[in-house]
């Protein structure tokens, strides 16, 4: 199998954080001898996105950039190095594009918190455009024949609530509360949670949200635009605080507000990064209550084939809606807003 790669491409790019993004004509880029160059069909869009363009973290981004770490493709070329793809294999862009393989994290399986990595749509270029390089190593897996609009989402939001979940180790039956339920991440990880025998209350904002958690499986939703005292109604409605909290939303004070209502030994698991953020735990209930609060950074190889392993399986779907690749800076605009349900997904052919 062989296929033709133009020398030119579409994709979207910004030269400086916060500057116009211009969706245009670029070169093609060439894998290097351990890379697989994908065509990407479709490219999911993440609020990492949006907070490399704002270049709102302590992390800088290469620029100019390409963003976009959801891409779901076809291998087109390889390296001369690359022995776990052939041409025609489907393949995903993820967040981590490549690590070091050799230092103390790596050798744990916790390659995202290698210091060496490499990062899709941040300091490497990523699924925002038609064509894009990955370190065949990282790159996962997806099975032929799945549909690459639907699975784009599960490569960062899948990956990222189901090792979230994980993290938070909490027994089938237990309440888990996830805040920022009706966003991307949070949308999969109602699911995930339900898959994996939890209860899930829903916190989001407004009564279109409410209707979403709700189909996805939360059995309680609480609405942080209504609410009076959402600390009160969380532990209300889960006799006593939910076990466990997932923080999806992008917002210090719901995190803070997480470490309040989680139940006596629960766990609140730290995952949406609000820029120049701070975790407040009041430190005579944290002790008292002894509640454990712990920070997860997408997944590895391991947990990305088993969060495509549940999306295979059909126990969970991203709520989705595909517009143009030159749409993206709408899409954020929506994504700022807060006026999206689930994810954007890209088409990268217009
Ligand atoms: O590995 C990681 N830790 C990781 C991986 C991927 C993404 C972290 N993230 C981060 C992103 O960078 C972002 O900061 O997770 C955060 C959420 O990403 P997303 O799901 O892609 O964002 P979204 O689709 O915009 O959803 C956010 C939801 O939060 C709600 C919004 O209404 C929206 O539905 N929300 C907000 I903002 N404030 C809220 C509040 N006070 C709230 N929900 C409840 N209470
Ligand atoms: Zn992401
Ligand atoms: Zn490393």
Same mark, same amino acid.
């Given at each position: 199998?062989?296929?033709?790669?133009?020398?030119?491409?579409?994709?979207?790019?910004?030269?400086?954080?916060?500057?116009?993004?211009?969706?245009?004509?670029?070169?093609?880029?060439?894998?290097?001898?351990?890379?697989?160059?994908?065509?990407?069909?479709?490219?999911?869009?993440?609020?990492?996105?949006?907070?490399?363009?704002?270049?709102?973290?302590?992390?800088?981004?290469? %620029?100019?950039?390409? &963003? *976009?770490? !959801?891409?779901?493709?076809?291998?087109?070329?390889? +390296?001369? $190095? =690359?022995?776990?793809?052939?041409?025609?294999?489907?393949?995903?862009?993820?967040?981590?594009?490549?690590?070091?393989?050799?230092?103390?994290?790596?050798?744990?399986?916790?390659?995202?918190?290698?210091?060496?990595?490499?990062?899709?749509?941040?300091?490497?270029?990523?699924?925002?455009?038609?064509?894009?390089?990955?370190?065949?190593?990282?790159?996962?897996?997806?099975?032929?024949?799945?549909?690459?609009?639907?699975?784009?989402?599960?490569?960062?939001?899948?990956?990222?609530?189901?090792?979230?979940?994980?993290?938070?180790?909490?027994?089938?039956?237990?309440?888990?509360?996830?805040?920022?339920?009706?966003?991307?991440?949070?949308?999969?990880?109602?699911?995930?949670?339900?898959?994996?025998?939890?209860?899930? %209350?829903?916190?989001? &904002? *407004?009564? !279109?949200?409410?209707?979403?958690?709700?189909?996805? +499986?939360? $059995? =309680?939703?609480?609405?942080?635009?209504?609410?009076?005292?959402?600390?009160?109604?969380?532990?209300?409605?889960?006799?006593?605080?939910?076990?466990?909290?997932?923080?999806?939303?992008?917002?210090?004070?719901?995190?803070?507000?997480?470490?309040?209502?989680?139940?006596?030994?629960?766990?609140?698991?730290?995952?949406?990064?609000?820029?120049?953020?701070?975790?407040?735990?009041?430190?005579?209930?944290?002790?008292?209550?002894?509640?454990?609060?712990?920070?997860?950074?997408?997944?590895?190889?391991?947990?990305?084939?088993?969060?495509?392993?549940?999306?295979?399986?059909?126990?969970?779907?991203?709520?989705?809606?595909?517009?143009?690749?030159?749409?993206?800076?709408?899409?954020?605009?929506?994504?700022?807003?807060?006026?999206?349900?689930?994810?954007?997904?890209?088409?990268?052919?217009?």
């Amino acid at each position: 199998m062989s296929f033709e790669i133009p020398k030119t491409q579409h994709g979207c790019v910004f030269d400086k954080n916060n500057g116009p993004i211009v969706y245009k004509e670029i070169p093609v880029p060439v894998p290097k001898p351990s890379e697989i160059l994908i065509h990407v069909l479709f490219s999911g869009v993440c609020h990492t996105d949006l907070h490399a363009w704002k270049g709102d973290w302590p992390l800088a981004t290469k %620029l100019p950039l390409v &963003g *976009g770490h !959801e891409g779901a493709g076809v291998v087109v070329a390889k +390296g001369s $190095e =690359v022995k776990n793809f052939e041409l025609g294999d489907y393949a995903g862009i993820k967040w981590l594009n490549g690590s070091c393989m050799g230092c103390e994290f790596c050798m744990q399986g916790a390659e995202p918190n290698c210091a060496k990595a490499d990062l899709s749509g941040y300091t490497h270029d990523g699924s925002f455009q038609e064509y894009a390089t990955a370190d065949a190593v990282q790159a996962p897996h997806i099975k032929k024949g799945t549909p690459l609009d639907a699975v784009a989402p599960v490569l960062c939001a899948g990956v990222t609530v189901y090792k979230a979940l994980k993290t938070a180790d909490l027994k089938a039956g237990q309440w888990v509360a996830i805040s920022g339920a009706a966003g991307g991440l949070g949308s999969l990880a109602i699911q995930y949670a339900k898959a994996m025998g939890l209860r899930p %209350l829903a916190i989001d &904002g *407004g009564e !279109e949200k409410g209707k979403l958690c709700k189909e996805l +499986g939360a $059995e =309680v939703y609480v609405d942080f635009l209504k609410s009076k005292d959402i600390v009160k109604d969380v532990i209300a409605a889960t006799d006593g605080g939910p076990h466990g909290v997932i923080n999806v939303s992008v917002s210090e004070k719901a995190i803070s507000q997480s470490t309040e209502y989680v139940r006596t030994l629960g766990k609140v698991v730290l995952v949406g990064l609000p820029a120049h953020s701070y975790c407040k735990s009041e430190v005579f209930s944290q002790v008292v209550k002894s509640v454990e609060i712990k920070g997860s950074y997408v997944g590895n190889r391991e947990d990305t084939a088993e969060a495509l392993d549940f999306f295979e399986r059909g126990l969970v779907k991203s709520p989705f809606k595909v517009v143009g690749l030159s749409e993206l800076p709408r899409v954020f605009k929506l994504m700022a807003e807060g006026k999206i349900l689930g994810r954007y997904v890209l088409d990268t052919s217009k």
